[in-house]
Nanobody, 120 residues
Framework: VQLQASGGGLVQAGSSLRLSCTDSRRTFSNNAVGWFRQAPGKEREFVATIGWRGRDPIYADSVKGRFAISRDNAVYLQMNNLKPEDTAVYYC?????????????????WGQGTLVTVSS
């Protein structure tokens, strides 16, 4: 598994962005995939995860109702109504299992991050 996240950028509050996570080796189809984020000076935190069949999404309370995770050959994070507190580097990660939770330890494979900056 070799992951790459893309789609970040600078947007205004209230805007939308869609992040994509691809696997250059096309091997993560049987793995749960999650999104995490890390703001400056803060710990990396869980954002959302989705199971291998594209079901069983789990969201952090802070993004529930605004963000949506989905997958086909890639995994996407649709982010709506963005807020300045969503500013962070966003990372995608694949678990070794078909389903995974909020714990970073569930995820074995990490891509490089993509920066999302939301201005007020």
């Amino acid at each position: 598994v070799q992951l790459q996240a893309s789609g970040g950028g600078l947007v205004q509050a209230g805007s939308s962005l869609r992040l994509s996570c691809t696997d250059s080796r096309r091997t993560f189809s049987n793995n749960a995939v999650g999104w995490f984020r890390q703001a400056p000076g803060k710990e990396r935190e869980f954002v959302a995860t989705i199971g291998w069949r594209g079901r069983d999404p789990i969201y952090a309370d802070s993004v529930k109702g605004r963000f949506a995770i989905s997958r086909d050959n890639a995994v996407y994070l649709q982010m709506n109504n963005l807020k300045p507190e969503d500013t962070a580097v966003y990372y995608c990660a694949a678990a070794r299992k078909a389903l995974a939770g909020r714990d970073r330890a569930d995820y074995a494979y990490w891509g490089q991050g993509t920066l999302v900056t939301v201005s007020s």
